[in-house]
């Protein structure tokens, strides 16, 4: 989610912190099997395009999609396939978006819950952290190198 479309959601009334929460600890895919496309409504009857349109997401397995049911439970979405467009369903992020993954792909699609993810969260997070030591400890290599010479 950009900067600018952050601030346009403010603007409009949605939580600073839950905005900045998603900004800062969700990293979405860039491509994917399946399109989620995340909405707020007023009410359940609304049609759900004419609700305030959060973002975009891809996802292609239960593990992606447990990430977006984490950070968008109680938001509206419709599920398209990425290969063709097909409209697989649309409704409220809660247990309906594994049920209509489990029927269109014929296996099933298990929720992960916070526990089971927050593992995942703290594995990309010590990644992350390891890479920025490697490349500390790199250009600590290199201005060394340039001082010695």
Known sequence: MTNERIQTLINL?????WLQDIKDNFKPNTY???LIRIYDCEDLDQEIETGIFISNYY??????LSVIHHF???MFYIINTVKDNEELGRGIIDGAPFDEMEEYEGNPWRWL?????????K???EERNQKIL???????ERENGYAQH
Do not use: I, V
Request: glycine letters at 8%; proline letters at 0%; hydrophobic letters at 20%.
């Open 32 to 34: 994917g099997k399946y």
């Open 72 to 74: 968008f439970e109680g």
């Open 123 to 125: 594995k990309r997070e």
């Open 113 to 121: 819950h916070c526990e089971e993810l927050s593992d995942e969260f």
């Open 13 to 17: 009334g949605f939580d600073k912190t």
């Open 134 to 140: 490697e490349l500390n400890q790199k250009l600590m």
């Open 59 to 64: 996802f292609s397995n239960e593990r992606d």
